[in-house]
Structure formats: structure tokens, C-alpha cells
């Protein structure tokens, strides 16, 4: 792997900022002290402007090539998980409750570290904005900071992002043309009935059947009703009702997800919901409350810009590296509102063997970190060459 030398040299320090990031994760919006931090390293790198309190706490940070010529976007996210870390680490969290799981603390270093290089060698043509970003976990920073005119305001082009991806050999980089990720939409039901004795159920009327009967029905959406080439996913994760066995309750509780991959099957979806709970709940005479959520879009990485990222990362890990053209996934990232808004690619970096994204004993590893560094450096080199 050609991992700039430069990059190679100040990494230790590097590593020093990300296990440090771990120690002090926040959540949301709320990221004062990852964005203190993060400010002033790149105060000390030396970058010619930093505009701060962007989506709250986010921040863009610029950089000037030798010449004039268009800007390019890079984005980290920065927030964390409500989740307890488990494993005892000299770098553990400090904040009970609350983990870098998924490794947004390594996204962090990793731009900070291009940062660094870039603010030094300065070998491109244009403006480079570093985009550091809150909230992708929880409320879409990435669309508070595309509804505030961050890529207007700074003139930005082309925007590119990556993930950490454990598990998948380390330096590996993944990315497809088209839709990558997918879109994600949540949903609560609430079945109102009467409830009464659980021996009398014939003087109640009992939202359990209807949703149970619900509950089968939203898991044969996708097998029955989506086109089986195209990809659907509905996620049972919620289900509540009553507190007592010999009680019918009087209401009942049921939530999930759904995953799709083309905005037209993400429409059908939630139709078809729609329809089943309002016909389940006139057959067994219950209320229904149907909140259905619309989060984030389908990711959408650009062709012409996802060959280029893929050019781009076989000069930094060597062509058998790259999988230019890896299946899409049905997890969700909420840089597709960036890429709704600019040209651009999200590329998948793999950091090697361990605990699996969100879990409590996962930490990002830092020998990708160079990789990641010299991939984003290499790739606005190319983007914004010099004469």
C-alpha cells in the first residue's frame, strides 16, 4: 500500500487524537466538547479559515491550494451512541452510557490528519472544506447542515465522504456507482381496544390478535408485494402489550424499520402498511395510530465520481484492494443528503478483523488510519491538480 510517507510520520499523533475523541463521546447535536477539541487541532494545523456552530456544533474548515480553482468537500461525522462500552481500554469511554461504536471518532481523525498533511503540502489547486459534521446517528446532521447552505456558502463542487467497514480485510476499500445504502424509515403503531378480565375476553376488545395479525402481514411485504429484484427490508424490533397475565390490556405497542433501495419500492412500502393496519384494525374493531417516519434517502454514489474514487484508491491500496462494484447494503448513512445535493461517492474503507459496528466491545482500529488519511490527501491532489 503506497500510505504517504508524511502521513506515516505524524500518525502516532494522530492515533493520540482518535483514542482521546473515544474517551469523551457525545450524542446528537450535542458535541461541545468533540467540537472544542476538534477546533483546536485544527487551529494548531494551521488551516486558513474555521467556521464554527454550523448544525449547532458542526464546522467547516478551509484550505487553499497554490492556485485558484473549484472547491471539493470532504465530510467526518463525529457523534457517538447511547450505548456502555465493555471492554476495559486505557482509552475507554468516560461517558457512562454513551461509545464511539461505530467509529466516527476514526472518521474524525482521519480528516484531521488530511488536514494536517494538506495544510503542509498544499499541492493541489483550489480550496479543500472540511466538513465536519454532528448528529448522523440520530437526527441527519448531514441534512441540517445542507438545509443551513453549508456547499452553497463555501462553493463546494464535489463532496466525498468514507466509513470505516471491521471484517473486511484491512486497506480494503468498497464503494459502487448508483444506490450504495439504502433509504430508512421508522414506525410506531398503537392498537387501541377496551380491555378488561382475561377471562371475559368476550366483553373486551383485545388489540392483541389485530397485531399480531399486523405484525405477520408487515413481514410479507417485501416477499409478496416488492418486486423480488428489487430489495426491501421491514424490521420487526418493537412490541408491547400488557403488564399482567390475567389482564387484557388496552392497548398495544408495536414499531419498526424499513429498508429500501429505490425511492418508488420505498413509496409502495409504506402504502402497503398503511393499508394493512387500516384493514386489519376494521376487521378486529380496534383504533389505530400509525406514525410512519421518513428518514434518510437512498445512498447514491454519482458514476463518473465513483470511477474516479475507485482510480483513486488503487494508487493508495493497489488495484486487487479496491471492489469497485460491491452489492448495495441495507444499513443507511445520512451523507445521502450531501450527495442529493452534490456530486460525489461514499466509499467503504475495511479495518481488518473485529467486534462488528454498534456492538459494546467494538473499537475502531488505528492502523487504517493512515490508509483512510492518504486516500483523502491523494484524492483531492487528483481532483484539484496543479498545472
Not at 261 to 279: F, G, K, P, T
Not at 348 to 377: K, M, Q
Request: charged share 25%; proline share 7%.
Amino acid at each position: 500500500m503506497a500510505v504517504i510517507n508524511r502521513v506515516a510520520e505524524f500518525e502516532p499523533e494522530i492515533r493520540g487524537w482518535r483514542r482521546h475523541l473515544h474517551t469523551i463521546p457525545e450524542l446528537d447535536f450535542d458535541l461541545f466538547e468533540t467540537a472544542d477539541f476538534v477546533a483546536g487541532r485544527l487551529r494548531e494545523i494551521g488551516v486558513d479559515a474555521l467556521h464554527a456552530g454550523i448544525a449547532k456544533t458542526g464546522m467547516v474548515a478551509l484550505i487553499h491550494g497554490r492556485a485558484p480553482g473549484p472547491t471539493v468537500g470532504l465530510r467526518a461525522d463525529m457523534d457517538a451512541l447511547p450505548i456502555s462500552e465493555a471492554p476495559d481500554r486505557p482509552w475507554k469511554s468516560q461517558r457512562p452510557g454513551r461509545m464511539h461504536a461505530c467509529g466516527h471518532d476514526g472518521h474524525t481523525a482521519i480528516l484531521l490528519g488530511a488536514a494536517r498533511y494538506l495544510a503542509e503540502s498544499r499541492n493541489f489547486a483550489g480550496t479543500v472544506a472540511l466538513i465536519f459534521q454532528p448528529s448522523e446517528e440520530m437526527s441527519g446532521g448531514a441534512r441540517v447542515m445542507v438545509e443551513e447552505g453549508v456547499l452553497d456558502r463555501f462553493d463546494v463542487d464535489r463532496v466525498f465522504a468514507l466509513h470505516n467497514e471491521p471484517n473486511r480485510p484491512l486497506g480494503e476499500i468498497g464503494l459502487r456507482a448508483g444506490a450504495f445504502l439504502a433509504a430508512v424509515d421508522d414506525f410506531t403503531l398503537t392498537l387501541t381496544g377496551r380491555g378488561g378480565h382475561a377471562a371475559a375476553p368476550h366483553l373486551c376488545t383485545d388489540p392483541i390478535p389485530a397485531l399480531l395479525q399486523i405484525g405477520q402481514g408487515l413481514l410479507a411485504i417485501p416477499a409478496r408485494e416488492v418486486d423480488p429484484l428489487a430489495r426491501a427490508v421491514v424490521s420487526l424490533t418493537v412490541l408491547a402489550a400488557g403488564e399482567a397475565e390475567n389482564v387484557i390490556p388496552e392497548t398495544a405497542r408495536l414499531g419498526g424499520t424499513v429498508r429500501t433501495l429505490d425511492e418508488a419500492v420505498r413509496r409502495q412500502v409504506a402504502r402497503s402498511i398503511e393499508r394493512l393496519v387500516a384493514a386489519t384494525a376494521r376487521a378486529y374493531d380496534v383504533a389505530a395510530e400509525l406514525d410512519y417516519r421518513i428518514g434518510y434517502p437512498v445512498l447514491v454514489n454519482e458514476p463518473g465520481e465513483t470511477a474516479f474514487c475507485a482510480a483513486v484508491a488503487a494508487e493508495v491500496v493497489g488495484p486487487g484492494r479496491v471492489v469497485a462494484e460491491r452489492p448495495p447494503e441495507m444499513g443507511s448513512e445520512d451523507f445521502a443528503y450531501m450527495l442529493n445535493a452534490r456530486p460525489g461517492a461514499y466509499v467503504l474503507l475495511g479495518t481488518g478483523p473485529g467486534a462488528g459496528l454498534h456492538r459494546p466491545d467494538f473499537d475502531y482500529n488505528d492502523e487504517a488510519t493512515p490508509i483512510g488519511v492518504s486516500y483523502l490527501v491523494r484524492l483531492v491532489e487528483r481532483a484539484l491538480p496543479l498545472a
